[in-house]
């Protein structure tokens, strides 16, 4: 009879090689043995096998690791300061100025700045006390909120904060150097901003053929509606989302330059 190391065995009556682990041949029905030897803990033919004692150690696999986001480079657990400041900040001022405790006049640019300067920051923080308004409120604070997030988790806060005030300072200077009396309300521009910077690598990688993680459909959804807005409130200016955009696809191209270097 062979060892527990072995393989097969021979049945002595029919000559076939069979599984060390039957009692009985399955081609002419011998007896072989009594009972079947026990199968190794181990998961080896044999006994104990010294193979086992130098198996390297295989960590488990640790939950927490499972928390990160789908997207590569996105912690999903991570929370986002900025972006968060920026939502608040905008629902926060809305609400004041409706009640009536902050004048909106102050807040936008509306005409020539003549030494306001701080309407190109607060302009994107200002809305009308109105249904279209509170639409217009809406689109450009769940853009803020999807892509600003994911930006913050891909660059950091202060990317965030860059795109925002930079596509609303650039919208504001270019509408006072091209209108005679610009009119700028709402956060189209720096949302805008956002997406376009988030947009970059994957339209980067549909370009190449390459696999992306991002929703490019989704996006482009996103961009059209913020676009449009001006079709349905008189505050929305194209000329702000066109330089929101434009803004964050030049930010994209050097955030993904630099973070490939």
């Given at each position: ?71 590569a480079g996105i912690r999903a657990d991570a ?55 509170a639409v217009y409120l809406f689109a450009c ?120 270097a």
């Amino acid at each position: 009879m062979s060892s527990g190391a072995d393989l097969f065995v021979v049945c002595k009556q029919c000559g076939s090689e069979v599984s060390p682990y039957v009692t009985e041949c399955p081609y002419c029905g011998h007896r072989l043995r009594r009972r079947a030897p026990k199968l190794p803990r181990d998961g080896g033919l044999g006994g104990s096998s010294t193979r086992a004692k130098h198996r390297p150690h295989m960590p488990k696999p640790s939950l927490g690791r499972l928390r990160r986001g789908e997207i590569a480079g996105i912690r999903a657990d991570a929370p986002a300061y900025a972006t968060a400041a920026l939502i608040v900040a905008s629902g926060a001022i809305w609400i004041i100025t409706k009640g009536g405790y902050l004048e909106l006049a102050k807040l936008p640019v509306l005409g020539p700045l003549r030494g306001e300067w701080w309407r190109l920051l607060t302009w994107q923080f200002a809305y009308f006390a109105s249904f279209s308004s509170a639409v217009y409120l809406f689109a450009c604070m769940l853009a803020v909120g999807i892509f600003g997030w994911l930006n913050e988790h891909r660059h950091g806060p202060l990317v965030v904060l860059a795109l925002f005030f930079g596509a609303g300072i650039s919208a504001g200077l270019l509408a006072e150097a091209l209108y005679s009396l610009p009119l700028l309300l709402g956060a189209n521009a720096g949302a805008l901003a956002l997406l376009a910077a988030w947009a970059v690598p994957d339209l980067d990688a549909l370009r190449r053929r390459q696999f992306y993680d991002g929703d490019l459909l989704g996006t482009a959804a996103f961009a059209a509606v913020l676009l449009a807005m001006p079709l349905a409130t008189r505050q929305a200016s194209w000329l702000a989302g066109l330089t929101g955009v434009t803004l964050g696809l030049l930010a994209g191209l050097g955030l993904s330059r630099v973070k490939a270097a």
